[in-house]
């Protein structure tokens, strides 16, 4: 093909509880690569450790890395940092942006102050907390209750009764220090990804499970997608724009995927902003994006591309010639 993009390393699993839906992510984009006949290699992360992977990465001699990296590390600013130190171009947002998307307490903080809804909630750290405390006494039943990082759904819970607050509680600390208590709010649930600065087609979430758990979205079959969302053109457009604030308020690059509630009375609840979204065959970023017209394949490459081009010229990247 006529782009020169050098050799691109598909940076994938990691220390996260999100490992085994990074693999699928990185092993899609791999695949794509290969079908696209560019210099691709697969870069399986093991560890946080930052000397080991400088010299994994190193190692592997390439030019741009790709990020399939789901979850702590991948998207926390801690791949980045690294990716940084080595000077090589990847895609996606950058080291505070991840930082800052990846902790909902911080970013729903920032989306407070700039006018965005979040639904109201309590942050409970680890160390402070007491199960006879009734720090969330002012949130009314049901509660979704969630760890503070992380996404995927994964420890995450719904409770409708009190008596089942305690277990959820024990359940989401075992993948964070930090939980957010949250008022849950009924409605329709959205999501919208943004690529290259730009809102792509809102989808409507609608699983067959009580919530969109992790089964529900990585099992095929166990939930419908509406793209785009049926819902009116004033709706869409508001839920498009909190979006994208969104995006740029926490500074991510290149892609995002904001997770939102739609309620009753058609305002969008910003709930967070996935700066690594899935890349499977199940994946909401990637059906966003054919809607538009763009492929899977086009879609990578874009990436690829937006990752070269933030970069200064010089040894720090290849030149990208058409």
Known sequence: MAVKFGK???????PSSEREISL???KAVYEAL???????????????????NMRLIKSRKIDCAFLALHGRFGEDGGIQRILE????????????ASKLAMDKVYSRQIFEVHGLRVPRYKAIEKKCYNINCKSYANLHLPLVVKPAGGGSSIGLSIVYEEQGLGEAIDLAFRFDERIIIEEYIKGRELTVGILDEKALPVIEIIPKRTFFDYEAKYQSGLTRYIVPAELEESILRGAKDAALSAHKLLGCFGCSRVDMILNKEGIPFILEVNTIPGLTSTSLLPKAAKAT????HDLCLKLIKLAYERRPRGDLVRAIRQ
């Open 34 to 52: 290969k079908q696209l006949e560019l210099d691709v290699c697969a870069v399986e992360i093991e560890t946080d450790n930052q000397k080991e």
């Open 293 to 296: 017209g763009i492929n899977f």
């Open 8 to 14: 691109i390393g598909v940076l994938m699993g990691g």
């Open 85 to 96: 130190m080595l000077k090589t171009p990847y895609t996606g947002s950058g080291v505070l």
């Open 24 to 26: 699928k992510s990185g």
